[in-house]
């Protein structure tokens, strides 16, 4: 058993992973190799924005997760690898990341090094936890819904939910009543005096975690992509609202008994 935390720089590991129920926070970072730095013009607090800042700490809901602390502005590791490294501004949301207008090829062959190596070694953990039986890996995510602007009203809440459950490529079949039993417990959860608003498939449907999960692991492996709404954080000044991001932490723990549950039942 591995227990505390193993890092190779890249990726780190805590928790034992000896549990059938993990976490990855793959868009937490923020961090920038001293090359890739160089080259970007991007200003520090659009990056910043566009990242997920603490999603790690949500993570944290879960004992065993692998954390990067690498920001997706040099490797966006929930990308298929053709489409990781955010060449021109039309991979990115329009930004204007580079100093020549586009990312050499030899820092781009750095970058996608970079993804190759957090796969390898994802995958060596999963190898281990799917030999014992079927698992959950909870990916965790923020989204903007202010995108009009810091004094500007927020995008309506029919089509942006606190919470919004990937599930896109899940076996439904082999894992419904997991997802079912998962949404009704984390709905009804209360963060900042209401209950959280969870929905399926509404913004995101997962994408290269959650592909990653279901393909090498298939009827064993279930990815649930959550994607929770940066309502514990203004995403314009990145100021944390530290109690709701506590209760937001709390919240996710209280499914953890319940997906080990349904897995049981699995097993």
């Given at each position: 058993?591995?227990?505390?935390?193993?890092?190779?720089?890249?990726?780190?590991?805590?928790?034992?992973?000896?549990?059938?129920?993990?976490?990855?926070?793959v868009h937490a970072g923020h961090d920038?190799?001293?090359?890739?730095?160089?080259?970007?013009?991007?200003?520090?607090?659009?990056?910043?924005?566009?990242?997920?800042?603490?999603?790690?700490?949500?993570?944290?809901?879960?004992?065993?997760?692998?954390?990067?602390?690498?920001?997706?502005?040099?490797?966006?590791?929930?990308?298929?690898?053709?489409?990781?490294?955010?060449?021109?501004?039309?991979?990115?949301?329009?930004?204007?990341?580079?100093?020549?207008?586009?990312?050499?090829?030899?820092?781009?062959?750095?970058?996608?090094?970079?993804?190759?190596?957090?796969?390898?070694?994802?995958?060596?953990?999963?190898?281990?936890?799917?030999?014992?039986?079927?698992?959950?890996?909870?990916?965790?995510?923020?989204?903007?819904?202010?995108?009009?602007?810091a004094d500007a009203d927020p995008e309506?809440?029919?089509?942006?939910?606190?919470?919004?459950?990937?599930?896109?490529?899940?076996?439904?079949?082999?894992?419904?009543?997991?997802?079912?039993?998962?949404?009704?417990?984390?709905?009804?959860?209360?963060?900042?005096?209401?209950?959280?608003?969870?929905?399926?498939?509404?913004?995101?449907?997962?994408?290269?975690?959650?592909?990653?999960?279901?393909?090498r692991y298939p009827g064993v492996g279930?990815?649930?992509?959550?994607?929770?709404?940066?309502?514990?954080?203004?995403?314009?000044?990145?100021?944390?609202?530290?109690?709701?991001?506590?209760?937001?932490?709390?919240?996710?723990?209280?499914?953890?008994?319940?997906?080990?549950?349904?897995?049981?039942?699995?097993?």
């Amino acid at each position: 058993m591995t227990t505390g935390r193993e890092t190779s720089g890249l990726v780190a590991f805590t928790g034992g992973w000896d549990t059938q129920v993990v976490a990855t926070s793959v868009h937490a970072g923020h961090d920038l190799r001293p090359d890739i730095a160089a080259a970007m013009v991007l200003d520090e607090d659009v990056r910043l924005r566009e990242e997920d800042p603490h999603t790690d700490v949500i993570a944290a809901a879960v004992d065993s997760r692998a954390l990067t602390a690498r920001s997706r502005f040099e490797v966006d590791l929930n990308r298929p690898r053709e489409e990781a490294v955010y060449r021109e501004p039309d991979d990115c949301w329009g930004l204007d990341v580079w100093a020549d207008g586009t990312l050499s090829d030899d820092l781009t062959a750095g970058s996608l090094a970079v993804y190759d190596e957090f796969y390898a070694r994802l995958g060596e953990r999963l190898d281990a936890v799917a030999a014992r039986g079927p698992f959950v890996l909870l990916d965790v995510h923020s989204y903007n819904h202010r995108r009009d602007g810091a004094d500007a009203d927020p995008e309506p809440a029919e089509d942006n939910p606190v919470v919004n459950v990937g599930t896109g490529t899940l076996d439904s079949d082999r894992f419904g009543r997991l997802l079912d039993d998962f949404v009704e417990t984390l709905s009804k959860q209360h963060v900042g005096g209401e209950p959280l608003d969870v929905r399926e498939n509404v913004k995101f449907r997962g994408r290269a975690v959650s592909w990653f999960v279901h393909d090498r692991y298939p009827g064993v492996g279930c990815c649930l992509a959550l994607e929770f709404k940066k309502t514990f954080m203004d995403e314009w000044t990145a100021e944390v609202d530290h109690d709701r991001l506590a209760e937001t932490v709390r919240a996710l723990g209280a499914t953890v008994p319940v997906l080990e549950q349904a897995l049981a039942r699995l097993r």
